[in-house]
């Protein structure tokens, strides 16, 4: 049977996070409004009204670029993409054509063999379109919010070899736009979507197969479960001897399957044109060199250095970089357990331990539950265990109750008594208490049998809800065992 190769090639389309649309001062921020109460003569299309370009769409697009390793083209110019649909008021959507704004760069993947970068063809800036909605009644309406919202494109070269590589490739990409501020990057509400182009051809034949494009992946399981089904299509398709056809498929996430759109059209139905409205727009080195200095640390940077930390793994380093609040909750928690004399690697114990397990029960986010549990108190709670005032087991307690209840843990020991029972009286009385309950163990232990002593001593250590620690028990018990035998 014939090998096939696989050739992917992702189109991820994200909203830009801006206050105004692209080219009028209409709120981007629609998602909760009621239908066209975010629009004006611009984003409507209406003749006679003149667009301005939003700087800052185009300062985030900047950094995107810059974020990615692209390079940024000082003269661009936006184009009408004419084509007739309910959702485009003007019958054109203006976008990018010959000169993108950023050209090149590369998203890094980790493989099992070490980095492997997708390159990237470009990122161009466009608006989005309004949106359909269909009706129960039959009808179908149309509600311009979305008209006019500032998009970017990213386009990645044809090199991704696998749906997994896929998926990988768009939380990376969408990881970096969440992280430099540029994008919310939330994919339930549309702000980040995905096309996939997707081609086979057989082993040791150079030239690609027919590209099939996907639609409608809302999600990174869909996108993977979308290519996974193409490529068993397409393999079924061609082993029996027909051609693929190229053309845009939907993916149906109910039924698991892609079903065929319309043929594809190719780039001149479009008939491009350079907008006559929008002078060409000139990107100084100024403005490329301000979104520079702007741009934070990035994930990988981040990651390497949190793994160079000693006792940090790499798969704690690439926990606490996931996101760039985790991040930062991480170096601030580190810092405050420095300077009460503990380690960074505390600081990343219990956070990727605890903390993240009380967020994944409760569903909480960081943010939320931060406020809190400021990175001080961990370090307060870290320094308690260090210095021997709690145990271990009292120490997660301890955690859990100033997670839920934002009081400090020393407030909390104290209030509850929590710390340690040292040498003392009470240790004296559940030893004595634990000596006459158990008989047969005392006389065990009293006739050679030295290994009784371990169940005395988690006698008290119940008695104690784990307060104690085993080596100060096993000291009282073995003292009134000696005052008994005095
Ligand atoms: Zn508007």
Redesign the pocket.
Known sequence: MTDYLVTIGLEVHAQILTSS?MF???SADYADAAPNTH??P??LGLPGALPVINRRAIEHAISTGLALGSRIQHDTIISRKNYFYADLPSGYQRSQYDDPLCVGGWVELDDASGPRRIGLTRVHIEEDTGKLIHGDDGASYVDFNRA?VPLMEIVSEPQIASPDEARRYFQKLRQILVWIGVSTGDMERGALRCDANISLRPAGQREFGAKVEIKNMNSFRALERALQYEIERQTAVLRAGMRVRQETRGWDEARGVTDAQRTKEGSADYRYFPDPDIPPLRVDDTVIAECSARLPELPDARRARFAAIAGVSAMDAETLAADRGRADYFEATAAACEASGATPRDAAVWITGELLRLLNDTGEDLASAARRLPPTAIAELVQLLGSGAITRTTAKEVFELAFRSGAAPRVIVEERGLAVIGAGDVLARLAREALAGNPKAVAEYRGGKLTAIKFLIGQVMKATKGQASPQAVQAALEAELQRLDA
Do not use: L
Request: with cysteine; hydrophobic share 10%.
């Open positions: 649309k009028c001062g209409c629009v004006c611009t984003c006019g």
